[in-house]
């Protein structure tokens, strides 16, 4: 919830200040609850301001800085790992419990990015690539690579290897 305006804030102590009411009444008067003006008389006697507090800052992340070497060693050794598969890791690190959220953002934050598909290690081609080159024979064209993968005739380009 945001916190009232400083407008509000003022009305409200300068009405109470000027006595025109008590906490109750002048909460019904300006349509906020009567616990919110019995502190902002507080905070006001005890600050001299009727500023709002700052925000907390929310909660701390269950990754923190400290665990970036470790997490970027994982990434590192596995570029291919799933978020789940990544926390399960960082666990047996004896690290911290974390979910595949807390991961996400981490790696968002380090700007690490994860490769999404698994790696053919005798080809160095990636699945997707492979399947479609075995549904080719060697001399179809570009034009039928594209009914493969979905594409337009242009996308032959996806079936070079890397």
Not at 37 to 53: D, N, Q, W
Not at 54 to 62: Q, T, Y
Not at 142 to 147: F, Q
Request: a positive charge; aromatic letters at 4%; hydrophobic letters at 35%.
């Amino acid at each position: 919830m945001k916190a009232y305006s400083l407008d509000l804030r003022t009305k409200i102590l300068t009405a109470y200040l000027h006595k025109e009411g008590s906490v109750r009444q002048l909460a019904q008067r300006f349509k906020v609850s009567a616990r919110f003006v019995g502190e902002l008389v507080i905070r006001f006697r005890h600050t001299g301001s009727c500023a709002p507090k700052p925000h907390g800052g929310g909660n701390p992340p269950r990754i923190d800085r400290s665990h970036d070497d470790v997490l970027f060693a994982l990434v590192q050794q596995r570029p291919d790992a799933t978020l789940k598969e990544l926390c399960s890791a960082l666990e047996a690190r004896g690290q911290v419990t974390a979910s595949k959220s807390s991961m996400q953002r981490t790696l968002v934050r380090m700007q690490l990015t994860r490769k999404k598909t698994t790696v053919a290690k005798s080809t160095g081609v990636t699945v997707p690539q492979a399947a479609r080159d075995r549904l080719l024979d060697p001399g179809e064209s570009a034009a039928a690579a594209s009914a493969v993968d979905g594409g337009s005739p242009e996308r032959g380009a996806t079936l070079a290897r890397h």
